[in-house]
């Protein structure tokens, strides 16, 4: 199943509400109606979407939607899955499989919700491409270490998935966190800091169209520069691409798999080359296994609405989560 033309919206950063504070509290919600608050529980139920509140630190307001399936794992495994612009965390639970894949691997879902008007993540400010800096990827950050709290998550194991602005995240996230996130999956995003403005617009026209072209080693300090002095491991890449894409123009695939590679210190040439599908291309650079150090998968005349029921589980064996790969 496709998630609907509700991903032509794009990408954002516009105001900022004050951070939260207090109790934890949870909501259980399902994806079409809210129901009541409940008081502080020490964990969320299983097996529904459920709101927290005052999970942290929260300078841009977001909402926290988690889903802990019943068989949830000992110190389990985290997924962050981001959605696209005009969506939500809910709509991203309901156009994707990875609730159900947690049912099956045991791992746990959070689904951040943006509340500004634009329904845009924050992937331009200079506050949200540095490490700390503020915005959405602060927020996220709280997320995570509410669950990582809450459940003895692995904190070896927390990735980051997202469509469209919630691509640009996963790229920013992975940029910002290269010691929280193992892996990202980004479907129709950019590189990190492509979309960067300075003058508050959400919008940067020169990257949605492609142009922004540069050095892999320059794509590769902007991801250095947002945590200077880091030295340790980098996270794992999966990037995807439709070649039709015409609100963040194929270019910027290109420009994404320089990046990557780059930061991993890997070469441009791929080290295998297949079509796991009719019309996919599939290149791995660094490596030739299922957890390759960059992953990147072209969709040949697919235009930006390109995530489709189905490619979840290719995201989970890319970050090893169900058993399989090398």
Same mark, same amino acid.
């Given at each position: 199943?496709?998630?609907?033309? =509700?991903l032509l919206g794009?990408?954002?950063?516009?105001?900022?509400? $004050?951070?939260?504070? $207090?109790?934890?509290?949870?909501?259980?919600?399902?994806?079409?109606?809210?129901?009541?608050?409940?008081?502080?529980?020490?964990?969320?139920?299983?097996? +529904?979407?459920?709101?927290?509140?005052?999970?942290?630190?929260? @300078?841009?307001?977001?909402?926290?939607?988690?889903?802990?399936?019943?068989?949830?794992?000992?110190?389990?495994?985290?997924?962050?899955?981001?959605?696209?612009?005009?969506?939500?965390?809910?709509?991203?639970?309901?156009?994707? +499989?990875?609730?159900? /894949?947690?049912?099956?691997?045991?791992?746990?879902?959070?689904?951040?919700?943006?509340?500004?008007?634009?329904?845009?993540?924050?992937?331009?400010? @200079?506050?949200?491409?540095?490490?700390?800096?503020?915005?959405?990827?602060? #927020?996220?950050?709280?997320?995570?270490?509410?669950?990582?709290?809450? &459940?003895?998550?692995?904190?070896?194991?927390?990735?980051?998935?997202?469509?469209?602005?919630?691509?640009?995240?996963?790229?920013? =996230?992975?940029?910002? &966190?290269?010691?929280? %996130?193992?892996?990202?999956?980004? %479907?129709a995003g950019v590189?990190?800091?492509? %979309?960067?403005?300075?003058?508050?617009?959400?919008?940067?026209?020169?990257?949605?169209?492609?142009?922004?072209?540069?050095?892999?080693?320059?794509?590769?300090? /902007?991801?250095?520069?947002?945590?200077?002095? &880091?030295? #340790?491991?980098?996270?794992?890449?999966?990037?995807?691409?439709?070649?039709?894409?015409?609100? =963040?123009?194929?270019?910027?695939?290109? +420009?994404? !798999?320089?990046?990557?590679?780059?930061?991993?210190?890997?070469?441009?040439?791929?080290?295998?080359?297949?079509?796991?599908?009719?019309?996919?291309?599939?290149?791995?650079?660094?490596?030739?296994?299922?957890?390759?150090?960059?992953?990147? !998968?072209? =969709?040949? #005349?697919?235009?930006?609405?390109?995530?489709?029921?189905?490619?979840g589980a290719r995201?989970?064996? %890319?970050?090893?989560?169900?058993?399989?790969?090398?």
């Amino acid at each position: 199943m496709v998630v609907g033309g =509700l991903l032509l919206g794009l990408l954002g950063v516009v105001g900022v509400a $004050g951070p939260s504070s $207090g109790a934890v509290g949870v909501r259980t919600e399902a994806p079409s109606a809210a129901s009541a608050r409940t008081e502080a529980p020490a964990a969320a139920p299983t097996a +529904e979407l459920t709101e927290i509140t005052n999970f942290g630190t929260n @300078p841009s307001n977001l909402q926290m939607y988690l889903y802990v399936p019943d068989n949830v794992a000992p110190n389990p495994a985290v997924l962050v899955a981001v959605h696209y612009c005009t969506g939500s965390g809910p709509a991203m639970h309901s156009g994707t +499989e990875y609730a159900q /894949l947690a049912d099956r691997y045991g791992f746990v879902v959070i689904y951040p919700s943006v509340t500004r008007s634009s329904k845009c993540f924050d992937v331009s400010s @200079p506050q949200a491409l540095r490490r700390d800096g503020g915005s959405d990827p602060v #927020g996220i950050k709280s997320m995570v270490d509410w669950v990582t709290r809450t &459940y003895d998550a692995d904190t070896d194991r927390i990735f980051a998935t997202g469509i469209s602005s919630g691509a640009m995240m996963t790229n920013v =996230l992975l940029g910002d &966190y290269p010691d929280v %996130f193992a892996a990202g999956a980004a %479907f129709a995003g950019v590189p990190f800091a492509c %979309f960067a403005t300075t003058n508050g617009s959400e919008w940067n026209s020169d990257c949605s169209g492609g142009n922004l072209i540069r050095t892999p080693q320059a794509w590769g300090d /902007l991801v250095r520069g947002a945590y200077p002095g &880091y030295d #340790g491991p980098r996270p794992r890449m999966q990037l995807w691409h439709g070649t039709e894409d015409d609100v =963040l123009r194929y270019p910027n695939f290109g +420009e994404e !798999i320089k990046q990557w590679t780059n930061v991993h210190g890997v070469g441009q040439t791929p080290a295998h080359t297949d079509s796991p599908q009719a019309g996919w291309t599939r290149t791995r650079y660094g490596s030739t296994g299922d957890r390759a150090p960059v992953e990147a !998968i072209s =969709l040949q #005349g697919v235009g930006h609405n390109l995530y489709a029921w189905g490619m979840g589980a290719r995201v989970i064996t %890319f970050f090893g989560l169900d058993g399989t790969g090398r």
